[in-house]
Structures are given as structure tokens and as C-alpha cells.
């Protein structure tokens, strides 16, 4: 153990670390199949519809929510 001087805050008190995301694993995991296709449709309807798009941006959407998701978190 390092001793700090008086006034001096410990370093490793104040370091941040990532979420593991883990409270939302499980709580995709606890939804039914309907849900879990309804967050995808719902955002890449929504997108669909703010750029005036056709059949490929929704599909294009509905294919990125999930993946974004995933990666996205990483970073």
C-alpha cells in the first residue's frame, strides 16, 4: 500500500471503469422473442421514416441496431 500525503486522494480511487453490461444481457435474456424483434423493427422503422427511405435503409437499419449495439459498447 502507497502512502498518500495528507490533502491527496489515493489514485487508484478515482479511476472509471467500463460497465460489463451484464444487467442488460440479462434482461435481453429475460424478453420474449417478439420484444427482443420489436427493438430492431421499431428503430429502423423510425429511421426509415426520417429519411424518407425505401425497403433497403430499413433493412440495412434493422440489420445495424443489433450489431452497433454490440460493437459500439466495446469502444
Aim: proline content about 7%.
Amino acid at each position: 500500500m502507497i502512502a498518500t500525503e495528507p490533502g491527496q486522494a489515493d489514485e487508484r480511487a478515482e479511476e472509471r471503469g467500463r460497465s460489463h453490461g451484464l444487467s442488460l444481457i440479462f434482461w435481453l435474456m429475460e424478453q420474449r422473442f417478439v420484444t427482443l424483434l420489436a427493438i430492431p423493427t421499431s428503430v429502423a422503422a423510425i429511421l426509415t421514416w426520417a429519411t424518407r427511405g425505401g425497403p433497403v435503409v430499413f433493412i440495412v437499419a434493422w440489420l445495424a441496431v443489433p450489431l452497433l449495439g454490440v460493437v459500439l459498447p466495446l469502444r
